[in-house]
């Protein structure tokens, strides 16, 4: 069956502890994008000339022509901003997305890098668009990157970014390249796992919202106070939270023509200035920020309900709702993804099939659940998860008068209502599930079959719980 790849859920409302070095409470993560020389251009072979984050508003590219103002204006990346941003950040750990054209035509700069002692990344072969390569284009601009990286550079990245990326792109550079991360992703504010190109592959993700592209798009920052009162809120907020308990990475983004214009630059140095004001703040490289969650955090497989087939599926889910296996059958053929692969996830579908069947099959759900502490408890002909639950209250242990009790209101609740008397126990203690039964008594029969099915789904988000949790 074909299950929605995407995964909507993340780490939800517990993210792991990222347990930075030295307990920091925030990683500050800072890309310089080194594109100037592997953008578009005939004289690379392209069709056309590059019209993407420049000065150039309404920048169109020009087939078969060079573009003059393009051109310098990429230029001046690497004339004048590199060196600029080399200034200010070269006693910094940051992270270099490396264009291997552009590399291979920045000998200087690429000295500067490494003595600066700058991580450097690959950003693909070519700065160029890739969403309408096929697979085997793709594979052979990584392929060539790879390559081209290793023989400028001196070694093999550890780290890829394409940008302009394709639907292939993640599978493909996890495949052809040994990385410890990817970062093609913009989903997320801490490091998370994925399996891509048959592998466990670490994704580190990526910001478009605390870059300087917003410099060149319409909807972005026309002014340098912009970008640096957003860095420095984006930074306060993720501190507090660090603070609270919970830190996670800012990544910022830059590119060498336009933070390196004067009045940007300015307003980057100040924002580095707030940041450095602060006690617990780790500057890092994405390498090291990879290496560090993978030791930390290695991938850890637990249940993958969108991987399994049918019957797996409801071997395993089949007795959550009790003695229903049709619930998990249908559920199935929901439209489940990585989103489900939680307890939540997995009792939204389920209880989605429970809350659209008719109500005879609901009442045959509610009837399929027995007596609290009655005559299958008596028996031992309880299923194993109502054994656990009931023994979680101490309905096991009851005295000859509790007994006695119970088996009086089960029949009394039954014979009025058509249904055993449902509650979850996990909730309760025996004085007051015998307060709610007392009170249930006195229901109408349409808000007793309303409650005992709330109490139906409530029995089975615990029961799933559980399951995760082990």
């Not at 450097?120 to 392929?143: F, Y």
């Not at 640096?228 to 984006?234: F, G």
């Not at 300015?266 to 006690?279: C, L, Y």
């Not at 058509?418 to 709610?436: H, M, Q, R």
Request: aromatic share 10%; charged share 25%; glycine share 8%.
């Amino acid at each position: 069956m074909t299950r929605y790849p995407r995964d909507m859920t993340g780490y939800g409302d517990r993210p792991p502890s990222a347990q930075w070095p030295n307990g920091a409470k925030i990683a500050v993560q800072i890309v310089l994008n080194y594109e100037e020389g592997g953008e578009n251009n005939i004289l690379h072979g392209d069709a056309a000339s590059e019209a993407f984050l420049s000065e150039i508003t309404g920048a169109a590219p020009w087939p078969g022509q060079r573009h003059w103002n393009m051109e310098t204006i990429y230029e001046y990346g690497s004339r004048a901003g590199f060196w600029r941003v080399h200034e200010m950040l070269r006693d910094v750990p940051i992270t270099v997305y490396g264009v291997a054209t552009a590399l291979a035509r920045a000998p200087e700069q690429l000295a500067a890098m490494k003595k600066a002692g700058w991580e450097i990344a690959s950003h693909g072969l070519k700065w160029v668009e890739h969403k309408d390569m096929s697979a085997e284009e793709e594979r052979a601009q990584i392929r060539e990157a790879l390559r081209l990286h290793t023989e400028v550079v001196g070694q093999p990245p550890r780290g890829w970014y394409t940008g302009r990326c394709s639907m292939n792109t993640v599978d493909l550079a996890a495949e052809e390249g040994d990385l410890a991360y990817i970062a093609d992703s913009y989903a997320d504010d801490l490091p998370y796992w994925v399996t891509a190109g048959g592998k466990d592959q670490l994704i580190v993700p990526y910001t478009m919202d605390c870059n300087d592209m917003r410099f060149a798009i319409q909807a972005g920052f026309t002014s340098g106070d912009q970008f640096e009162s957003y860095l420095k809120d984006s930074f306060d907020m993720l501190y507090a939270e660090g603070e609270a308990g919970a830190p996670k990475m800012l990544s910022i983004g830059l590119h060498c023509r336009l933070v390196g214009r004067p009045g940007r630059a300015m307003a980057f140095k100040r924002a580095m200035e707030h940041f450095m004001a602060h006690e617990g703040v780790w500057f890092a490289t994405r390498e090291q920020i990879a290496d560090h969650w993978a030791r930390v955090h290695p991938r850890v497989r637990g249940l993958t309900p969108s991987e399994m087939d049918k019957a797996q599926f409801v071997a395993e889910f089949g007795g959550i709702f009790e003695h229903s296996p049709w619930i998990a059958e249908a559920a199935y053929e929901l439209e489940l993804g990585p989103t489900h692969d939680t307890a939540a996830g997995v009792h939204n579908a389920l209880a989605r099939i429970f809350r659209s069947a008719s109500e005879d099959q609901r009442l045959g759900v509610l009837t399929a659940h027995p007596d609290l502490a009655g005559k299958l408890a008596a028996a031992g002909r309880l299923t194993a998860e109502s054994t656990a639950e009931q023994a979680g209250a101490g309905l096991d242990l009851l005295t000859d008068e509790e007994r006695a009790t119970f088996t009086q209101l089960n029949d009394s609740y039954t014979s009025k209502f058509g249904f055993p008397f449902i509650i979850a126990v996990k909730d309760n203690t025996k004085a007051s599930i015998l307060e709610a039964f007392h009170r249930r008594l006195d229901s109408d029969r349409e808000s007793e079959f309303a409650e005992a099915c709330r109490q139906v789904e409530r029995i089975a988000e615990l029961r799933l719980r559980e399951k995760f949790a082990t």
